[in-house]
């Protein structure tokens, strides 16, 4: 029978087949304007091998999850904290070319608190917000909260309902660098926040920047991406940003374009200088495996039908 024939088929293509179709990976119904993700068979049993302590993958385009581990689950963000602060920023239309300057209150004490940008240094917000997002330099994220209309307090009740208004209800923030292990947000928060972030052409195309010269004083001063990823040219990423504390673990998330498609990708908590890097590119490697498995079933389907 066409039947019998099919899941022979499907069998010898590797596919996990229930009655006569695949099975998704999982399934997405939408509830109070927000998508919910029920977790469904998986298309295969195999795992990514992931060393991130938490982990969150979405096809923006179906909204369908490819990949959830403690997906619901809060914890310190670090400096993905950056992409919110960039949100609020752009949310205020305060002037990019406004000349702003690196005051006392914007140093923070303690391990990840370095800064290349000295006391008194003056750039425009727009050259703030760059180096917040490409480089993650935190005086000039700090800078960017204490400049806005009602100072850091306001700004923070701008980030907290910016969270709100994109659902993101697991998350809090009470600074806009992310060197506090107050700001928290589970992996499924973040890809709203990744998804927000992505619609603004200013946060994209600061965010994957390479490198960026500022002046500094009396001299030109360079900044790199804190992210070996966007100097990859095999990676087409539209949106990202890494974080580092202590509490946090090595946090990376973004949206890249894989097989066609713009996928988010959360990694929390990551346990070693270059484990998020390689936990991407695993998960990269296990998502065109599972799209081969896609592209094989309809291949299969198409010919017998």
Not at 24 to 46: I, K, Q, V, W
Request: with cysteine; net charge neutral.
């Amino acid at each position: 029978m066409a039947g019998d024939r099919l899941t022979t088929l499907l069998a010898i293509a590797g596919v996990m087949v229930l009655g006569s179709a695949a099975a998704p990976a999982f399934s997405a119904t939408t509830h109070n304007g927000h998508h919910r993700r029920h977790l469904a068979t998986p298309l295969s049993a195999e795992d990514p091998g992931l060393k991130s302590a938490a982990a969150y993958v979405i096809d923006q385009g179906d909204s369908s999850v490819w990949y959830a581990h403690n997906a619901n689950v809060a914890s310190p963000i670090a400096s993905i904290t950056k992409l919110m602060t960039a949100l609020v920023v752009a949310d205020a239309q305060q002037p990019l070319d406004e000349v702003l300057e690196v005051s006392p209150e914007d140093r923070a004490i303690g391990k990840g608190a370095f800064s290349r940008l000295a006391v008194g240094t003056k750039l425009t917000r727009g050259d703030l917000l760059h180096l917040a997002l490409m480089s993650s330099e935190n005086r000039a994220a700090h800078a960017l909260g204490r400049n806005y209309p009602g100072g850091v307090p306001a700004f923070v009740k701008a980030m907290n309902a910016k969270a709100q208004s994109l659902g993101m209800t697991s998350s809090h923030f009470v600074e806009p660098t992310g060197l506090s292990c107050d700001n928290v947000a589970s992996p499924q928060d973040l890809s709203r926040l990744v998804m927000a972030a992505a619609q603004n052409p200013t946060i994209r195309d600061f965010s994957t920047d390479t490198e960026h010269s500022v002046m500094i004083g009396h001299r030109m001063v360079e900044f790199r991406t804190t992210d070996a990823l966007v100097r990859n040219p095999g990676w087409n990423i539209i949106v990202q940003k890494t974080g580092y504390i202590t509490e946090a673990g090595r946090c990376l998330v973004m949206q890249a374009v894989i097989g066609g498609r713009n996928v988010v990708i959360v990694l929390l908590n990551s346990f070693g200088k270059y484990t998020r890097v390689a936990d991407a590119v695993r998960m990269r490697k296990w998502i065109e495996a599972r799209m081969n498995e896609h592209a094989a079933v309809h291949v299969v389907a198409s010919t017998i039908s």
